[in-house]
């Protein structure tokens, strides 16, 4: 079976603090892996991809994500977050062609 | 160049009602993918095209709801007799053509959020 948890449902972080966002995933198959952002009222924003190349991914934006085969996880993080970055984060596994299982989405609040 | 454009951006339907959400997707992409992601979840697949054949309606949730796309670009989801429920904003995401489907990434419009009452 496939699935996407996402391990919380909200991070509150200070400007300027690390960002740690969490993913476990299922799949029966080598998993192509995701990040996107979705801001209010607008569609989503791809962050980053995995497709089984560099386990360490780089994103837009100084976020950067780590596949963790013997974890199954897939967490999103960032060095320094800043005010902009607040916003819904989904992990998303995909699998074939046209399957995309998205995580329930972690909302990210930035502190001033 | 121009983005997925979706429209309406909102949608006020009386229960019952038919409705329809126009998705243009990006130029040149031949896969089109219709979500519904109800408030505080993640989007969930519903549809999905190559070119004008509609090759997935698995997550269509009734016989309510139906997609077309006829010349292989613009697509429109159509839902008959609107129900509460339906209630949601709809997604729809565009992808190139690849030799390899692993690991293509999806562009997606802002969405049409629809609210049925």
């Known amino acids: 079976a496939q699935s996407v948890t996402q391990l919380d449902s909200h991070v509150s972080v200070s400007e300027g603090t690390p960002v740690l966002l969490r993913c476990n995933y299922s799949s029966s198959y080598s998993p192509s892996l995701f990040w996107y952002v979705q801001h209010p009222n607008k569609g989503l924003q791809l962050l980053l991809k995995?497709?089984?190349?560099?386990?360490l991914v780089k994103g837009i934006n100084g976020f950067e994500a780590e596949f963790k085969k013997s974890e199954t996880s897939f967490h999103l993080t960032k060095p320094s977050a800043h005010m902009s970055d607040a916003a819904e984060y989904f992990c998303?596994?995909?699998?074939?062609?046209?399957?995309?299982?998205f995580g329930t989405g972690t909302r990210l609040t930035v502190i001033p | 160049g121009a983005g997925v454009s979706q429209s309406p951006r909102y949608k006020v339907a009386k229960r019952g009602q038919d409705v329809a959400l126009r998705c243009d997707p990006i130029s040149g992409h031949v896969s089109l993918f219709w979500y519904q992601q109800a408030l505080g979840q993640g989007p969930e697949f519903l549809t999905y095209?190559?070119?004008?054949?509609?090759?997935?309606k698995s997550g269509l949730p009734s016989d309510r709801f139906f997609a077309e796309r006829p010349e292989g670009s613009v697509s429109t989801l159509k839902i008959q007799r609107t129900q509460q429920e339906d209630s949601a904003v709809y997604l729809c995401?565009?992808?190139?053509?690849?030799?390899?489907?692993?690991?293509?990434?999806?562009?997606f419009g802002d969405g049409t959020r629809l609210s049925i009452l």
């Open positions: 995401a565009s992808s190139p053509p690849t030799l390899d489907h692993s690991g293509r990434p999806q562009h």
């Open positions: 995995y497709t089984s190349a560099a386990t």
């Open positions: 095209f190559q070119n004008e054949a509609q090759l997935d």
């Open positions: 998303v596994l995909q699998t074939g062609a046209n399957n995309l299982f």
